[in-house]
């Protein structure tokens, strides 16, 4: 019955050149996510709204579900196009409609009738009575109510006429490619597949980089964090990952720092070479999975030493999370799963048993001057060795 959807999203914010930019990337985002279900469908714009016409026969669960993936959209409407053949006819197909989209008649409705086509021989206000009562007499049991309706019943009459009352939330956000670019530190862990979810929702694109340390990763490990990004693609579009050979870096740490401080350094080299990456790839911020207190690199005094190599902003989205909020949202957008996969992780390989929980700054910088004669070499080899795969969701 269903041939189209509108496709609402919430304006708030956007004004101006903003707008334009706003709906060019919620119409891109939209097709990518059609470009996974079955059928055809022509996406159209008109001033304050969105269209999805079905060409072809398609799925409309699947539909629907992809288009849940696009952040922008708050709600998705699925709408019943009918030609216009007359009044009567219309009022027909408004009758089938309820009858349809309510088997249960125990609902009170109203009608909100548009005559966008101003030659229409019928103007709004007498559309909405002469519909509620067509309605009405078909239905005995559906009573009006015109100030707390529980179904607002839709009839917009443009070239062909519309109709539509069931409203569908959407993810919410801002479209993606709406507001820059950033850097993903992506790992195998829950936390940061989460929190590049979170930045994308905000209309940030996101490329990403993970520190693979062969032969003490494996490539199930590497292969996990593929996809990873590959589900979180789902929602933010295609994702550049940068998968960095981090081994010689880290082995020569473990040689020439205190141990108990190789996670701090680590992490502080990690944060140089993404922000090297991001810089040569417009990514104008960081994006990890950090949360306060969750691990001792974590810690408020650790988060600042970290934070203090990078000059672009770090954005940590879930900073103020507990682990089962975070847990939460990862089962909800389908990474959890993968991210529970028991494959070792870089940084857990040469944990110290009791690494340092409140670094001080000077004597980190002190050590780290310890890499002096090798580490620019081996950080410039690393990014030399770049490889770079795009993922996308399928
Ligand atoms: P996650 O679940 O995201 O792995 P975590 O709880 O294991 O997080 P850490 O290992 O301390 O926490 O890492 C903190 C953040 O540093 C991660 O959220 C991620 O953004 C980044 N990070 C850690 N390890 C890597 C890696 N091997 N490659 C890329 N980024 C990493
Ligand atoms: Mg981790």
Redesign the pocket.
Known sequence: MFTAFLVKYAEIGVKGKNRYLFEEALVRQIKYALKRCEGDFEVTRTPGRIYVEACSEFDFDETVDNLKTVFGISGICPVVHVEDEGFEKLCESVVNYMDTVYPDKNITFKVQARRARKNYPIDSMELNRKIGEAVLDAFPQIRVDVHEPEVLLHVEIREKIYIYSRIIPGPGGMPVGSNGKAML????????PV?GYMIAKRGVKIDA???HAPPYTSDRAKQKVVDLAGIVSGYSGPIYLHVINFTDIQMYIYEKCPHDELTIIMRRY?MRIAERIARDTDCMGLI???SIG??A??TVQSLAVTNEVCALPVFRPLIGFDKMEIVDISERIGTYETSILPYE???TIFVAKHPVTKPNLNVIKRHETNLEEKIDELVQKALDEDEVIVVSKR
């Open positions: 530190l992506l790992s195998g862990g829950i936390d940061s929190a980089v993970y520190f990690m990890t999975g950090e969750q691990v690199s974590q992780d870089c940084c």
